[in-house]
């Protein structure tokens, strides 16, 4: 084995080291950030303190950040009310070319959210199509003011984050055992005594995941609130973003982001124990 | 009967709202007037002003440039990566492999300022060098789960038979597992180069004054307004990306029907 060896250590050591060095010591270094004093000249004083996180309670940031929760929390179940209703129809309506459907979600999952959004733009701007369809069928006489309004930033960030949720749902939507539906339907369960104590809690899973995708995205793209908020619109993302770009207070920034990861945290193990107890389920 | 067509219609309704957007963009991108939102004629001048314009050629070769190298290096490693999580038991496995599907939830931003800390603690210049090592790191969880899906999916026999036989480790890797998982390995590729080449929220923070990239340049241009070559560039990304996902759709579909 001795020569043969080298080539096992050589893909175990290099994706180890590389994960170790650009995601275990950044977060980490982000980490110690967050609780060091801020430093005009150096960034960074390497002074140990918790001002950083207290500072979260300034009514402004608080107020900032309770906003931007909510803008995500909105576009979350505005994701999952449009896109369970999409996942469940393509994957149970027998359709000829599911495939090709999927497809069709696909690839808005993997195309430039910046160049959707600004397409997005064309439509909702003054004398955008939107406004103009209206004004000529004579709806409306004055443009409606929809660009730089927290409803559009909602509506952006639905529009680019919609497939994050759909995706997810599907799969676990497709790994759904008809049988178990169709037994429930033969012991005499209506249609939404079925959906509601079978498929919902089989496809829990899914539905944390697509959770997951939307919600923390939503809270850190700040270039949908720049484009379609104007300046007023601040999200999470445009709180760090300025803490490290316009007003270089690093360890703010660093503490904002911490609160990020400490979100994801949260939800990745509501994650793994919906699907935990599903697959506990599964067995009995 | 009638609940079938609810049904449709409303898939149908979905995937309207998905694409209208884009393709309203793509047909402006060919509209002869400058200001109106009405059709006035088809011109290809948008795009001839986008191959004049020096500062985004620059840009886009800049961006080729980094999706390239970071996608080879990302299928490469990610290659190896799954072939590792898949075929041995090393301390550290479940760190490795929880930590990949980690990075695919993990917020960009979060990613972005990381890398920002982790580049200016040990005071490496912003550029293309930075760019590279970010987007490596965030193509690579993509690149190895769509391996390791493949490499899930084949007989675990051919290997044990090829090992009865005497094949080394490195005899197996480039004899077995790397034809069968070649499918996956193009769109893992295809994934990442589309990936490094849209992305907008770490290049914002790794990127130094001197290497100016396309979707940096798009955002700094969007910011300013809705203008004709702006459409005429994004119809052009969206082109290719569109090529780049149903390539890669077709490849990893085709083992599904054999």
């Not at chain 1, 909510?70 to 027998?94: D, E, H, K, N, Q």
């Not at chain 1, 973003?241 to 990861?261: E, H, I, K, V, Y």
């Amino acid at each position: 084995m001795t020569d043969t060896g080298w080539f096992k250590t050589l893909a175990i050591g290099l994706i180890t080291a590389w994960l170790t060095v650009f995601v275990a010591v950044p977060n980490l270094l982000v980490l110690g950030a967050s609780f060091c004093a801020r430093d005009e000249a150096r960034l960074l004083a390497p002074i140990f303190t918790l001002d950083n996180y207290l500072r979260f309670f300034n009514p402004v940031y608080f107020a900032v950040f309770a906003r931007s929760m909510a803008l995500a929390m909105i576009t979350t179940a505005l994701c999952l009310l449009v896109g369970y209703p999409f996942a469940y129809s393509v994957a149970r309506g027998g359709w000829a070319h599911k495939n090709l459907l999927l497809l069709l979600v696909i690839i808005p999952f993997w195309t430039s959210s910046l160049v959707r959004t600004y397409a997005l733009m064309i439509l909702l701007k003054a004398n955008g199509l939107i406004n103009t369809a209206l004004f000529d069928i004579g709806l409306i006489q004055a443009p409606l003011r929809m660009m730089y309004t927290d409803a559009a930033v909602v509506v952006g960030l639905t529009y680019s984050l919609l497939p994050f949720m759909i995706l997810p749902v599907y799969a676990s939507l497709e790994k759904l055992d008809g049988r178990l539906l169709e037994a429930a339907r033969d012991l005499g369960a209506g249609p939404v005594t079925v959906f509601w104590r079978i498929t919902v809690p089989l496809t829990l899973p899914g539905m944390v995941a697509g959770i997951m995708l939307t919600f923390l995205p939503a809270l850190g793209m700040f270039y949908i609130a720049d484009i379609l908020g104007g300046a007023r619109s601040l999200l999470v993302g445009n709180l760090i973003r300025n803490q490290f770009l316009t007003s270089r207070d690093w360890p703010l920034g660093s503490a904002t982001s911490m609160a990020l990861t400490l979100i994801m945290a949260a939800m990745l193990l509501v994650y793994s124990r919906s699907a935990k107890a599903l697959s506990r389920e599964a067995d009995l | 009967m009638t609940r079938r067509w609810v049904g449709r219609a409303y898939v149908a309704a979905v995937l309207l709202f998905l694409y209208t957007p884009i393709l309203v963009l793509v047909v402006y991108s060919f509209n002869a007037s400058r200001f109106s939102t009405d059709w006035t004629g088809f011109t290809l001048a948008w795009y001839g002003r986008l191959a004049a314009n020096q500062a985004l050629l620059e840009a886009a070769g800049n961006s080729l440039i980094v999706a390239l190298i970071a996608a080879t290096l990302a299928t490469v490693l990610g290659t190896l990566a799954a072939m590792a999580i898949h075929r041995y038991r090393f301390r550290g496995r479940g760190l490795v492999k929880g930590g990949l599907y980690v990075l695919t939830v993990s917020p960009d931003i979060v990613m972005g300022i990381s890398f920002l800390v982790l580049f200016v603690a040990v005071g490496m210049p912003l550029g293309f060098t930075t760019l590279v090592l970010g987007h490596v790191t965030f193509c690579l969880p993509f690149a190895t789960i769509t391996v390791l899906a493949r490499l899930k999916g084949f007989d675990a026999h051919l290997v044990e038979a090829a090992q009865d036989l005497g094949a080394d480790e490195p005899t197996i890797f480039r004899k077995i597992l790397l034809p069968l998982v070649r499918p996956a390995v193009l769109a893992g590729w295809l994934l990442s180069f589309t990936l490094s080449i849209d992305d907008v929220m770490v290049s914002f923070f790794i990127t130094g004054p001197g290497f100016d990239i396309l979707p940096l340049r798009i955002y700094s241009m969007v910011r300013l307004g809705v203008r004709p070559e702006v459409n005429a560039l994004c119809a052009i990304l969206l082109a290719l990306t569109f090529t780049m996902v149903l390539v890669a759709w077709l490849v990893t579909r085709e083992r599904t029907q054999k």
